[in-house]
């Protein structure tokens, strides 16, 4: 079936396409026109092909043939199980399938605010402490192998006493990551993080089950290994915090936890490089309760087959979302690719624009895969905006780009040891087979429609707030310049209190070229984004000092999809009003540079500003730094023409030439009565 799941033209397989008789007609007996669809094979005749592949709907008097759905053998399948989970053959993984309840609080969740008492632990290395977890020699290959279904599932023997106070910790499952555990005193624990594998590197992503709790204590855990100098813990994120118990008491899920939290730079460090470390304390609210930390809210291989399976079980989804298998990932998992739109007639085939979306291309960036959820869920949903988006547009989705890495619960890379989003450009279709099939897949579509806008799912660890990267270059026009602001401007008003659009930058750095916001720019995509999602909340509006939980999260996504009709709306007035308020944008950010980059003078760009035909108001001040902001403002107040430095280097050196002039003018008077002067004397 072709991409778009367009109807191909069977005219040519009639006799003659002026002739009224239907040529099928004489295959189908009285009985047959009481039903809608007949297959092929259940026409007796020899001239007609028996095959199950053609059906036969009868519509306004005609039998019209079409080509079967495509078999489950490409999609997800609406019966039967999902597709097992593979992982490199030497990973551990238990039998224990980890779920989470889906919840979110009704209260806001604020950030940690440092009393200045927090505690530093740096931890010698000593023989003494108690290893209480350890999963290094699970990972001794320096290169992915082979995959197999469950891993190697030889059981892993912890070093503790079942009977003793000491927690247990436990990483087998999908997404987990935790390589070691030190007990360093009673309630105290050294955890190391598993960089992603095959990499000695990316150490971000935590995610881990303690069990064997005593409620009412005050346990300290510090993890010990991360590489960056700058996190979001240091600017108050909280981490993550799940109970079993409280799950199946109250119904209540993962919440931010935490006190004494601290992000600093410890005693340790590996070829060259510093680690930093980050502890917090922290009372269980159960004993003998089964409990989960993470970096953010985890969102597995498994949640999203499941997700999709729901969509393929039902009647009036699956019609307009058809759920496919882009690729298979070196370790054979599948990456899926749904494509969303009304069922389309020959008739406005091609006039329909493409949206793609893509995510969790970084497997640790958990949030980009809930605002993909919260798109889908709203793109999917049975809202008239919804239905006007899907007979308006063809969206391809991505979901999930990097499979392998969250199943083994790497951070960053895939089992390749590479960023996939830095390989966008890379010819190697076996060491990156779904970044080059996205790529291929979207080369394909822009040849048979207009893409008109490309968006990448992330988070980010050091900055607050939603925002986007997008694209211009030196060589694009101004008129492309502005346009391509035009829809993250909107984002940021369409949700205030999450979209930053001060935080956007629209750079091309020559390190980033092999992302997919690059590469699909330089394709011809002129709207191409990478959407930046915190790890940890807001500093804007109500939500500011908060976290975000998954509603917050899905809500962008329902806002991209408010921000698309905006932007494509056939009433330009909120795109022209965008337009014009980045036009203004503009002025005063040349403004900003001219006073911040200008190579000229205080005096001489005072001068400049004095020779406006408005005048000015020296006499308030004294001080030309005083006088200077004063009349900035009034400028900036009053929309005053701006120079250009052009102008302005031009008036400089007018005002330049004055003056060397007046001197050498007076310089000429000078000499002049020194000669009279000295006549006088000698005629004396």
Not at 10 to 27: A, G, Q
Not at 194 to 201: Q, S
Not at 226 to 247: N, Q, V
Not at 418 to 441: A, G, H, I
Request: hydrophobic letters at 30%; charged letters at 25%; proline letters at 4%.
């Amino acid at each position: 079936m072709p991409e778009d799941s367009e109807k191909e033209d069977y005219s040519d397989r009639t006799i003659s396409d002026e002739s009224d008789e239907d040529n099928f007609m004489k295959f189908v007996n009285e009985d047959s026109h009481r039903c809608a669809l007949l297959t092929a094979d259940s026409i007796s005749d020899p001239f007609f092909p028996r095959t199950t592949q053609i059906l036969l709907e009868y519509q306004l008097g005609r039998w019209v043939p079409r080509l079967r759905e495509p078999r489950d053998l490409y999609g997800v399948s609406s019966s039967g199980p999902l597709s097992p989970t593979r992982w490199p053959y030497q990973c551990e993984v238990i039998d224990e399938k980890v779920q989470h309840i889906d919840w979110t609080p009704s209260y806001l969740e604020p950030v940690y605010t440092p009393t200045g008492l927090e505690m530093e632990p740096l931890y010698p290395n000593s023989k003494e402490d108690t290893v209480v977890y350890l999963a290094e020699d699970a990972y001794k290959e320096p290169c992915f192998v082979y995959s197999r279904v469950g891993g190697n599932r030889t059981p892993l023997k912890q070093p503790v006493d079942n009977y003793d106070n000491t927690l247990t910790f436990e990483a087998r499952f999908e997404s987990g990551n935790l390589q070691k555990v030190v007990k360093v005193a009673e309630y105290e624990y050294q955890l190391t993080v598993r960089p992603d594998l095959f990499t000695n590197k990316h150490t971000q992503w935590y995610y881990f089950q303690v069990a064997n709790t005593q409620a009412g204590i005050v346990y300290r855990f510090t993890i010990i290994n991360f590489t960056k100098p700058a996190s979001l813990y240091s600017r108050g994120m909280r981490p993550l915090f799940y109970s079993e118990k409280e799950a199946k008491a109250h119904n209540i899920g993962w919440q931010r936890i935490g006190d004494q939290i601290k992000y600093y730079r410890n005693n340790q460090g590996q070829e060259g490089c510093h680690y930093f470390s980050l502890t917090w304390t922290f009372q269980f609210p159960h004993n003998k309760d089964t409990c989960y930390f993470a970096h953010c809210y985890p969102y597995t291989y498994t949640n999203l087959q499941e997700y999709l399976s729901t969509i393929s079980h039902d009647s009036v989804r699956s019609k307009f979302c058809k759920i496919r298998v882009l690729c298979h990932t070196i370790a054979r998992n599948m990456v899926y690719v749904l494509t969303i739109t009304t069922p389309l007639k020959s008739t406005d085939s091609r006039k329909r624009k493409a949206v793609i979306l893509t995510a969790r291309v970084h497997p640790g960036e958990t949030n980009s895969s809930w605002i993909m959820k919260g798109f889908l869920d709203y793109i999917l949903g049975d809202s008239s905006d919804a239905q006007l988006l899907r007979d308006t547009f063809i969206f391809k989705v991505v979901p999930m780009l990097n499979p392998d890495g969250v199943i083994v619960g790497n951070y960053r890379c895939s089992l390749a040891g590479r960023d996939l989003n830095r390989n966008y450009t890379s010819l190697l279709k076996e060491s990156f087979p779904s970044v080059w099939y996205t790529r291929n897949m979207i080369r394909r579509l822009m040849e048979k429609r207009e893409v008109i806008l490309y968006c990448d799912l992330h988070g980010h660890s050091r900055k607050e707030n939603i925002f986007m990267y997008g694209c211009d270059g030196s060589d694009r026009c101004k008129a492309l310049y502005l346009q391509q602001r035009i829809f993250p401007l909107m984002l940021s008003k369409n949700c205030p209190d999450k979209f930053s659009f001060s935080a956007c930058k629209f750079n091309v750095q020559k390190s980033k070229e092999g992302t997919g916001r690059v590469v699909m720019w330089k394709m011809g995509i002129r709207n191409s984004f990478t959407m930046e999602a915190t790890f940890c909340g807001s500093t804007l509006g109500n939500k500011q000092g908060t976290h975000f939980n998954t509603k917050d999260l899905e809500s962008v996504g329902y806002h991209f999809c408010d921000s698309l009709l905006d932007y494509c709306d056939p009433d330009r007035t909120k795109y022209y009003q965008c337009l014009k308020e980045l036009e203004e944008m503009e002025k005063h950010i040349n403004l900003e540079k001219i006073l911040e980059y200008s190579d000229t003078s205080l005096k001489e760009m005072t001068l400049d500003l004095e020779s406006s035909s408005r005048g000015s108001d020296s006499s308030e001040s004294n001080e030309s730094q005083t006088y200077l902001l004063k009349l900035t403002s009034q400028i900036k107040s009053k929309k005053k023409h701006l120079k250009t430095k052009k102008e302005r280097n031009s008036t400089i050196a007018s005002h330049q030439n004055t003056r060397e002039e007046q001197e050498a003018c007076d310089k000429g008077h000078l000499v002049q009565r020194h000669r009279e002067s000295n006549s006088d004397v000698k005629d004396s």
